[in-house]
């Protein structure tokens, strides 16, 4: 059974139709890319999956568990996580701080627990710290604990929320535009790190991405959407060479 599989996703909005009999899966600890123009439906697809949206029409399984309906925080707790186009970090908080709210979906105290301060409280909010505190160190971001993310280079809060969105233990990890924004070297160090989560966490990883150097070097395997639509899915190699897809992103001059 595959851990994710999507049948017919169809969204409107209004009139107009974002997506269209979209049907996908994904294996467990597979790594693929989600690729297309601007505007074919990418992150509709995603908002869809991880419980913003609500779809139109079609069928979401995860984990062997039908989730069309479930909201954000439900999806979450049964082990999906993403990052966003837009980075969305609590810039006020702390480095550290942003990292053990990820982990507060595994609490194990209740609400007299944290008013009373019990001991099985303070046990709890250890583990807590220690749990994201791992996480900052595996991620090289353990110098910056104590920061802002607002007061952080570009690059690094990247890797921030990517942390983030690994510190709730998630089977599955979805990745909208990683690359948006960072520069070379950034971009060759986030694949270096998606890479590492990947092999030393044997999760699944989704990604959209439009550099394509990030998902020709990570993804086993691309599909690409062009108006809401699936016009290609292959390895890497054989979507270098589709002229469908060529013809998607260029236009037909370029063929």
Not at 146 to 173: D, F, M
């Amino acid at each position: 059974m595959p851990l994710l599989e999507i049948k017919g996703l169809t969204q409107r909005f209004g009139g107009l139709q974002a997506l269209s009999n979209f049907s996908f899966h994904l294996e467990e600890r597979e790594l693929v890319g989600l690729i297309g123009p601007n505007g074919a439906g990418k992150t509709t697809v995603f908002n869809i999956v991880s419980g913003f949206y609500q779809s139109t029409e079609g069928d979401i399984v995860f984990d062997g568990k039908r989730i069309g309906g479930f909201r954000p925080h439900q999806v979450t707790a049964m082990g999906m996580a993403r990052t966003f186009q837009n980075i969305r970090l609590w810039n006020d908080m702390t480095v550290l701080d942003n990292i053990r709210l990820a982990r507060y979906s595994w609490l194990g105290y209740g609400f007299w627990s944290a008013v009373l301060r019990t001991g099985h409280y303070r046990h709890s909010e250890k583990l807590i710290e220690t749990k994201a505190r791992e996480v900052l160190e595996m991620m090289d971001l353990a110098d910056y604990a104590g920061e802002l993310p607002k007061n952080l280079p570009y690059g690094l809060q990247r890797r921030v929320e990517l942390a983030r969105a690994l510190a709730g233990n998630p089977k599955l990890l979805l990745l909208d535009e990683p690359a948006a924004g960072l520069n070379s070297a950034d971009v060759e160090d986030l694949i270096r790190h998606i890479r590492w989560i990947h092999d030393e966490f044997k999760i699944a990883i989704w990604m959209i991405e439009h550099q394509m150097k990030v998902v020709m070097s990570l993804c086993q395997r691309l599909t690409v959407i062009d108006f809401g639509c699936i016009i290609a899915e292959g390895t890497p190699e054989d979507i270098r060479n589709n002229i469908v897809v060529i013809k998607a992103y260029l236009g037909d001059e370029a063929l």
